[in-house]
């Protein structure tokens, strides 16, 4: 089972309609998340997991983690069971008003937990890039060569953005275009594989890095750039 899709499809049409009603209401409060299958349920992802929700014989699940539960924890009572679980009994409405305040809560917590990485100076990491280039003997200009590959910057433009001393999360929204080629961009960098990386800030910084990287390990320019 791989997509929610999947999941939902296992169940009767009846509860396959209240599991879309709960998926589409979830996508519409927090467009900006991704979806994935964990630990075997529908999951709703941003900078971490948020919430998971599951059918099962008389309920629907509904997962926000204890904090999203503790938050609102006299309103949530009668549907609490468990340290992080909310039961919703199959022959009753859904409690949409419950759902929104708690999802909003979880979207709250979670950006909150920003990866420090997010807000690095990209000033301060492009010299480590240089250096760990050079120490290879290989070139700055291989470096900006990379950089401007990736990202879709010029020299000018990069040199203005690292000028600006912005932290990473703005020099990757503000990029130019994002080469088309990234998907071939592939392996393991910080012990993650580049290619199974959720979160796409993450992820693009991660490409950077691994690119770098193979430039340090004395793989041709042409390799690199995936021509």
Known sequence: ??????????FEPEIQKTLNE?????KNEIPEATE?????????????NLVHFAAFKDHYGFFPSPSGI??????????????????FSIDKPIPWDIIKKVVQFRVKENTKKKPRIFTTPFASVYPAYIQKAEKKGRLKADVDTIICWLTGY???TLQQQID???DLETFFAQVPQ?????????????GYR?????????????YLDKLIDELAKGKTMEKILRK
């Open 1 to 10: 089972m791989n997509t929610i899709d999947d999941y939902i499809e296992t």
């Open 22 to 26: 709960i998926r589409n209401f979830i």
């Open 36 to 48: 994935k299958i964990s630990y075997g349920m529908p999951t709703f992802y941003l900078n971490g």
């Open 70 to 87: 503790d938050a609102f924890e006299k309103e949530l009572a009668p549907y609490r069971s468990g340290k992080g679980t909310l039961r």
């Open 154 to 156: 010029d020299q000018q």
């Open 164 to 166: 600006r001393n912005i």
């Open 178 to 190: 994002i080469n088309p080629n990234v998907s071939k961009i592939t392996g393991v960098i910080c």
């Open 194 to 206: 580049v290619e199974e990386i959720e979160d796409k800030l993450m992820q693009k910084i991660r």
